[in-house]
């Protein structure tokens, strides 16, 4: 069955600092691995996706890695600020029941706070 | 706009009261699931679709039903709803191709089941 991990489940920095969100999964058979972004009581908001044949992708201050031999992803936020503050999650996307569930599981998170 | 919408976006209602949260994409996707958000459990999946009239079980279905009549539409029931059915409630949708697509969420619907 997999899980994913996420560390830590809470984070704290001052405003400017880089910083790095971990993840972790036990099955590596899987199609993609997502990051979203969640702000209190709202929905979810996908950061990026990384397809399983793929490293790392980018957008803007945002940079996601994925290393599917080891079973981990990092999302990697530079110079933050205070509006990053949020709730971040990963997922996994994988085939759950033999080819008719492709099924996401999520990490529960890991919440930022970006100080100003 | 490609989008999945929920309806409604809150709802508090009483133990054993039937009711019913809709679901809706217009992206032809053929793979829809329903996902509830708990403080600690994080998001568990309840039901899922692989395509009209084919729905399948999750990981906490018990309570809930779904039906699949439209590829667009994919509504999650509850018969007789309890308190620990209170959460917040997440519709999923994808192409389901083997490769494996961005899956687009729903806003979001917010029960609370006293």
């Known amino acids: 069955k997999q899980e994913v991990t996420q560390i830590p489940a809470a984070l704290s920095v001052p405003e400017g600092e880089n910083l790095v969100l971990n993840c972790s999964f036990t099955?590596?058979?899987?199609?993609?691995l997502q990051w979203f972004r969640q702000d209190p009581g709202k929905g979810l908001t996908s950061l990026l996706l990384?397809?399983?044949?793929?490293r790392e992708q980018t957008s803007g201050r945002l940079n996601a890695s994925l290393d599917k031999s080891s079973g981990r992803s990092t999302l990697y936020i530079a110079a933050s600020q205070p509006g990053d503050s949020a709730t971040y999650l990963c997922?996994?996307?994988?085939?759950?029941?033999?080819?008719?569930?492709?099924?996401?599981?999520f990490g529960k998170g890991t919440l930022l706070t970006v100080n100003p | 706009e490609a989008q999945v919408t929920q309806n409604p976006r809150y709802l508090i209602t009483v133990t054993g009261k039937k009711l019913t949260v809709t679901c809706s994409q217009n992206?032809?996707?053929?793979?829809m699931s329903w996902y509830r958000q708990d403080p600690g459990l994080g998001l568990r999946q309840i039901y899922y679709?692989?395509?009209?009239?084919?729905?399948d079980k999750g990981d906490v279905p018990e309570g809930y039903k779904v039906s699949r009549k439209e590829k667009r539409n994919f509504p999650l029931i509850l018969e007789s709803p309890s308190p620990n059915q209170t959460s917040l409630y997440f519709c999923?949708?994808?192409?389901?191709?083997?490769?494996?697509?961005?899956?687009?969420f729903g806003p979001g619907t917010r029960l609370t089941v006293l």
């Open positions: 997922a996994a996307l994988h085939d759950d029941s033999g080819g008719s569930n492709y099924k996401l599981t």
């Open positions: 099955d590596s058979a899987i199609y993609n």
């Open positions: 990384i397809q399983s044949s793929q």
């Open positions: 992206m032809n996707h053929e793979y």
């Open positions: 679709s692989m395509n009209v009239e084919v729905t």
């Open positions: 999923a949708s994808n192409s389901g191709s083997p490769a494996g697509d961005e899956q687009f």
